[in-house]
């Protein structure tokens, strides 16, 4: 079993960074992948970035790509989404997941998730 608990969102102005943080519980965190999730209102909750196990291997939405960068400390039992040159159409709650199988850009494939934290981007 694992939870999660993420933290850092919060209200940025276009072009701002902000870093989200996943704060894991359970010895066992270093044998999970972990994906964060997005979710706007009236939309459905969509892919942004995901980590495997050891942190070797990422993967990005094509619409982050290049200015997001997941990464994980296994030490702390934490992963973070680093976001810069933020935009509007960022906006929304962000998830984190994690699972024990192979890392997947599909939510349902991820077992734990964590409460969700509001990203709020100003024009």
């Known amino acids: 079993q694992v939870q999660l608990v993420e933290s850092g969102g919060g209200l940025v102005q276009a072009g701002g960074s902000l870093r989200l943080a996943c704060a894991a519980s359970?010895?066992?965190?270093?044998?999970?992948?972990v994906g964060w999730f997005r979710q706007a209102p009236g939309k459905e909750r969509e892919f942004v970035a995901a980590?495997?196990?050891?942190?070797?291997?990422?993967y990005y939405a094509d619409s982050v790509k290049g200015r997001f960068t997941i990464s994980r400390d296994n030490g702390k039992n934490t992963v973070y989404l680093q976001m810069n040159s933020l935009k509007p159409e960022d906006a929304a709650v962000y998830f984190c997941?994690?699972?024990?199988?192979?890392?997947?850009?599909?939510?349902?494939?991820?077992?734990?998730w964590g409460q969700g934290n509001q990203v709020t981007v100003s024009s």
């Open positions: 997941a994690a699972d024990d199988a192979v890392v997947s850009r599909t939510a349902s494939s991820y077992d734990y």
């Open positions: 359970g010895r066992a965190f270093r044998l999970y992948v």
């Open positions: 980590i495997s196990e050891s942190g070797g291997s990422t």
